[in-house]
C-alpha cells in the first residue's frame, strides 16, 4: 500500500492529505482512500466535508483527455504551434498588450512562476491576472498600504492563543472549516475565549459566537472606526508602539472622529460591547474574508481593521493581529509569485525602476514590462472591446464567476482567438474556446502551495496522467520556447522551476522584501521531492515565525502606517426597481464551479438546488412560499433560484450561492446578475452587495426526477445534480407539458418504445412515470401543479441496485424511515433522522446526536447545523443547557 502525502486543492486552509492506493484490481481512482496529515501543521490529521470527499472526485468522467482545437481532437503539437503562433501574430500586428492570461489560485506555484515569466518577462505585457482577484485582492493591497509589502503577520496558532477573535465577513464554518474546527477546538478547551461575528448574514459560523453583529452591508469601515475612537478615548491605544513604529495616526484618528457610526445599523448596546471587548482584551486576532474583500471599499475595509491593530500595537505577538484568510489553495502562492496584474515575482514592485531591472537581468528579459497590466475586470472589458485580441484562460471560469458575467460569455464569444487549458471541457468558459487543452488534475501533478499562514507545502502526484494531459507549467513552457525564448523556458520539472524562484526570492530579500525563500534555492530533485511544509521566509538566518513584532515594516520609514479613513456604502444601493441588496457566497459542500465537488453525491445531497435566502418577511409580501421559485433580476442578469426562507438573512437582503454554472441549472449563475463594479484601489469587484429585484418564477408545473443517465433538461428552470447510481433534477415549467410521458422520454433520452408505469391524477394535474429494466429503475419523474413534496434522498437512493415497486408513492414505506435532506455527509445523515433522534430520543446537544448517529463525529462541518436542529426542535432543552 503506497502512501503519498499531498495538500488539499480546495481552500486557503492548506490542509495535509495522505492519499493511499489500496490494493485490488480496480482503477487507481477506485483504489484511492484520503485521510489527513496529522503530520501537517495546519489540520493536524483534520479535513473538512470537501477534503473527505476527495477520492470521490478524480474518476475521468467528463475529463478532457485530449488537446482541440475548434472541438476536433488533436496533437499538442499541432494545438502549441498554433497558440505560439497566433499569440505571436497579434503581439506583432498589435502589441504586446493585445493579449493576455487570466489563470487561477488552482495554478500551482510552479505554473504560476512559468505562466508570469512568460507574460511580463518574455512578452512584455502586464496583462495576466489571477481569479484571486476576485478573493483576496483588497488584502494585497490594504497590506501593501499598511506594511510596505503582502505580509500576513501571523500565523493560525494565534487563533488558538488569542483570547477573542473577531470573524469579520467570514463563513469560516463552511468556507475554512478546518481552521474553525480548531478555533471550535479553542473555545471549548478554553470558554473564555470570546468569538464575536461580525456579518449582515447569520452564518453557521456564528454559532460559537459570544456575540453577533450583523452589520448593514459597507459599513464595516465606520464601524473599525468607531472602534478606533473607542480606543483612543479608552487609553487603549499603545502610545509607546505608535510612536516608534507607526505613521499616520494622527489623520487616522482625526479621519474616525468624522465617520458616521450609524451607518451600520447597530444598536448603541452591540457597539459599546464589542468596543469595550476589543479594547480590553490584549490577545485579539480580527481574522477577514471576503466579507470585507469583495467590496468597492475591500481595501479601506482592511485598513480599517489593520489600523485597530497598529494603533494598539496588537501584531506580531502570539494570539495576536489581524489575519487575512485566502479562498484558494494556492491564492498565497500567486501573490508570490506575481500572478497579479500588478505585482512583479517575490513581492517586487513593477513601480520600482530598480526592482524592474532585477528582475530583468536575473531573467535576461530586456522586453520586461513597464507597467502593470488589466485587472481581471478590465481585462475582459479589454477583450470586449477587441483591445486584448488573444486570452489564454487556465483552470478558472470566468463565464460564471466574473461580475456581469453574460457580458463575459459574450466578450470571450466575439474574441478573436481563446485558449483554455483545463481538466474538463464541460465548463461553460472551455464551451467558448478555440483551443482546449488538457491540463493535469490534483493528484496527477506535482508542486508546491501557499496557505493562508505563509506555509508551503508539497502537493505530489499519486496518480498516473491520463490520456494527453499535461500539467500547466510543462505547457506554458513549451508556449514560451515556440514563440522564440527557448533558454528561459528550458525547464525539465517543477523542481527546477521552484529552485529559479527561490533564486529570484533572494534577490528580493536583498531589497528588503518579505518573501524570501533562498534558502531553498539550490535544493536538490530528492529534497524537492521530500520537502516538508515551511512557512516563509526561508532565508539562512530565519525560518517562518511572525511578521511585526518587532515593530519593523516594509515601508520606505520602517513604519506601519494608518490611513485616514471614511466609509463609503456599496457603489449600489437598493431603490424601488431594485430594492434587495444581493449577498452572493460559497456553501459548505461545493467548490468554485463544481467542476469537481459536483462527481460526489454525497457532497452533492447536502444542497442540491441553486438557492435563494430570504428573509420571511419579504417572502411574505412577494407572496413567496418555501419550495417556490424566485426570479432574481438586475440590469445585467436574472438566475431563478429556489427559495429558501430564513431569518439569517436581514429584511431587504437576499443571499445566492456562486457556484451554480450553465452545465448543472437552466439561469443560476448568480455573477450574472451582479454589476461589475470595482474597488478603486485593489481591482476586487463588489459581489457582496450588489442590487437585485426578486420576483416569484411563475410556473405552473414542476417536477422532480430521477435517472441513471445524465438527463437532457429542456425547460425554463432545471437544475442538476449527481445522486448514487445517476441524476436526480429539479424542473418547472411556465405551462405544463401536453405529453408527459414523451416529455419524461426526450428528458431521459429514452426510445418511443419505452413504457412507463404511471400514476396520475390529472384533475389535480399530478403525473408519475418510473422507466424500468426488469427490477432496475432506470428514470423516473414525479409532476405536479406545487413543488414536489417527495422524500428525495429517499427516492435518490433507488438508482443504485433494486428499487422498490411501490416508489411512485414518492415516499419509503413505514418500515423504512425517510432521512430527509442530508446534514452530516461524512455518514449521509439526514435532518429527519436527526429531528427523529431530537424528538423520540430527546438528545439535546450536538455531543448526544454525534454519540447516536455519527452524524458532526468526523469533519465536524455540519455541527452547527445539527445545533440549528436542536434550537429548532427542542428550544426548551437548549433554554436548560
Ligand atoms: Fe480542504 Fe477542507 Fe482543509 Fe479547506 S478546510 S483545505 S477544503 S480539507
Not at 426562507?645 to 443571499?655: A, C, E, L, Y
Not at 436526480?728 to 418504445?753: K, M, S, V
Amino acid at each position: 500500500m503506497t502512501t503519498v502525502r499531498t495538500t488539499c486543492p480546495y481552500c486557503g486552509v492548506g490542509c495535509g492529505v495522505k492519499a493511499q492506493l489500496l490494493p485490488g484490481d480496480g482503477a487507481p481512482e477506485d483504489r484511492i482512500a484520503i485521510t489527513g496529515d496529522p503530520d501537517h501543521p495546519a489540520n493536524l490529521g483534520r479535513l473538512c466535508s470537501k477534503g473527505s470527499a476527495l477520492a470521490e472526485t478524480i474518476w475521468l468522467q467528463d475529463r478532457l483527455l485530449a488537446p482541440k482545437v475548434n472541438g476536433v481532437d488533436t496533437s499538442w503539437d499541432s494545438a502549441l504551434q498554433l497558440v505560439a503562433d497566433r499569440f505571436n501574430a497579434v503581439i506583432d500586428e498589435h502589441g504586446p498588450d493585445a493579449v493576455a492570461f487570466y489563470v487561477s489560485g488552482q495554478f500551482l506555484t510552479e505554473d504560476y512562476y512559468v505562466a508570469n515569466k512568460l507574460m511580463k518577462g518574455f512578452i512584455g505585457s502586464g496583462n495576466i491576472d489571477t481569479n484571486s482577484r476576485l478573493c483576496m485582492a483588497s488584502s494585497v493591497a490594504g497590506h501593501k498600504r499598511a506594511f510596505g509589502t503582502d505580509t500576513v503577520p501571523g500565523l493560525y496558532t494565534d487563533l488558538e492563543e488569542a483570547d477573542l477573535v473577531v470573524l469579520v465577513g467570514s463563513n469560516l464554518a463552511w468556507c475554512h472549516p478546518v481552521l474553525y474546527q480548531r478555533l471550535v477546538a479553542a473555545k471549548t478547551a478554553r470558554p473564555d475565549l470570546k468569538v464575536v461575528t461580525v456579518d449582515p448574514r447569520r452564518t453557521a459560523t456564528a454559532d460559537i459566537a459570544d456575540l453577533h453583529l450583523g452589520l448593514t452591508p459597507g459599513s464595516d469601515v465606520a464601524l473599525f472606526n468607531g472602534l478606533l475612537v473607542h480606543l483612543h478615548e479608552q487609553g487603549a491605544v499603545d502610545t509607546g508602539f505608535v510612536l516608534d513604529h507607526v505613521s499616520g495616526f494622527d489623520e487616522a484618528v482625526t479621519a474616525a472622529y468624522g465617520d458616521d457610526l450609524s451607518v451600520t445599523g447597530l444598536a448603541p448596546a452591540e457597539l459599546e460591547a464589542f468596543f469595550r471587548l476589543w479594547a480590553g482584551t490584549r490577545k485579539v486576532v480580527t481574522l477577514y474574508s471576503q466579507g470585507v474583500n469583495q467590496s468597492s471599499s475591500g481595501a479601506d475595509k482592511v485598513n480599517a481593521i489593520l489600523n485597530c491593530h497598529l494603533a494598539t500595537g496588537r501584531i506580531g505577538h502570539p494570539g495576536t493581529g489581524p489575519f487575512s484568510v485566502t479562498g484558494q489553495p494556492n491564492a498565497m502562492g500567486g501573490r508570490e509569485v506575481g500572478g497579479l496584474a500588478n505585482m512583479l515575482a517575490c513581492h517586487l514592485d513593477i513601480e520600482d525602476p530598480a526592482h524592474r531591472d532585477a528582475v530583468r537581468t536575473f531573467w535576461d528579459a530586456p522586453g520586461l514590462t513597464e507597467t502593470a497590466g488589466l485587472k481581471a475586470v478590465d481585462m475582459f472589458r479589454a477583450v470586449a472591446d477587441g483591445s486584448i485580441k488573444a486570452i489564454w484562460i487556465a483552470h478558472t471560469n470566468p463565464v460564471v464567476t466574473l461580475p456581469e458575467a453574460d457580458a463575459v460569455k459574450a466578450a470571450l464569444q466575439a474574441c478573436d482567438f481563446v485558449v483554455v487549458s483545463d481538466i474538463t471541457a464541460r465548463a461553460d468558459t472551455a464551451r467558448l474556446a478555440d483551443v482546449l487543452l488538457p491540463a493535469s488534475a490534483w493528484g496527477e501533478k506535482d508542486g508546491t502551495v501557499t496557505n493562508s499562514e505563509r506555509c508551503i507545502s508539497r502537493q505530489r502526484a499519486f496518480l498516473p496522467a491520463p490520456g494527453d494531459t499535461r500539467p500547466d507549467w510543462a505547457m506554458m513552457a513549451e508556449v514560451g520556447r515556440r514563440m522564440g525564448h527557448a533558454r528561459a523556458f528550458d525547464f525539465a520539472s517543477p523542481a527546477e522551476i521552484f529552485r529559479e524562484y527561490a533564486a529570484l526570492s533572494g534577490i528580493a530579500g536583498r531589497f528588503g522584501r518579505d518573501f524570501d525563500i533562498s534558502a531553498l534555492a539550490g535544493i536538490t530533485d530528492t529534497e524537492y521531492a521530500d520537502l516538508q511544509p515551511v512557512r516563509w521566509p526561508v532565508t539562512g538566518v530565519r525560518t517562518g515565525g511572525r511578521f511585526f513584532g518587532d515593530g519593523a515594516f516594509f515601508t520606505p520609514d520602517g513604519k506601519g502606517r494608518m490611513l485616514a479613513l471614511q466609509n463609503r456604502l456599496p457603489a449600489a444601493m437598493p431603490d424601488a426597481d431594485f430594492p434587495f441588496v444581493l449577498n452572493t457566497g460559497r456553501i459548505r459542500d461545493q467548490w468554485h464551479t463544481m467542476t469537481r465537488t459536483a462527481k460526489s453525491p454525497r457532497l452533492s445531497a447536502h444542497l442540491a438546488e441553486p438557492f435563494l435566502e430570504i428573509h420571511p418577511a419579504d417572502a411574505g409580501n412577494l407572496g413567496l412560499k418555501p419550495a417556490d421559485l424566485a426570479q432574481v433580476d438586475s440590469p445585467h442578469g436574472r438566475a431563478i433560484l429556489r427559495v429558501r426562507i430564513t431569518d439569517s438573512v436581514q429584511p431587504g437582503q437576499v443571499f445566492a450561492p456562486m457556484h451554480w454554472t450553465g452545465e448543472n441549472a437552466s439561469a443560476a449563475r448568480i455573477d450574472a446578475v451582479v454589476a461589475a463594479v470595482t474597488d478603486p484601489v485593489s481591482g476586487q469587484p463588489e459581489t457582496k452587495a450588489a442590487v437585485a429585484r426578486v420576483t416569484k418564477f411563475q410556473a405552473q408545473s414542476f417536477a422532480f426526477a430521477l435517472s441513471v443517465a445524465e438527463p437532457a433538461p429542456d425547460a425554463p428552470y432545471w437544475a442538476r445534480a449527481r445522486a448514487r447510481g445517476g441524476w436526480r433534477t429539479e424542473l418547472a415549467w411556465a405551462t405544463p407539458p401536453a405529453d408527459w410521458t414523451e416529455t419524461a422520454r426526450a428528458l431521459f433520452g429514452l426510445p418511443d418504445t419505452a413504457q412507463p408505469i404511471t400514476v396520475s391524477d390529472p384533475a389535480r394535474g399530478i403525473h408519475r412515470l418510473a422507466f424500468f429494466e426488469g427490477q432496475k429503475l432506470v428514470a423516473a419523474l414525479f409532476a405536479g401543479p406545487e413543488p414536489v413534496a417527495v422524500s428525495r434522498q429517499y427516492l435518490a437512493g433507488q438508482l443504485d441496485g433494486a428499487a422498490d415497486l411501490g416508489l411512485l408513492s414518492g415516499q419509503p414505506g413505514a418500515d423504512r424511515p425517510d432521512p430527509g435532506a442530508i446534514v452530516c455527509s461524512c455518514f449521509e445523515v439526514g435532518v429527519n433522522t436527526i429531528r427523529s433522534a431530537i424528538a423520540e430520543q430527546g438528545l439535546v446537544t450536538v455531543e448526544a446526536i454525534g454519540a447516536a448517529l455519527r452524524a458532526g463525529t468526523n469533519c465536524g462541518s455540519c455541527r452547527p447545523e445539527i445545533r440549528a436542529l436542536i434550537e429548532a426542535n427542542a428550544p426548551n432543552q437548549m433554554a436548560a443547557e
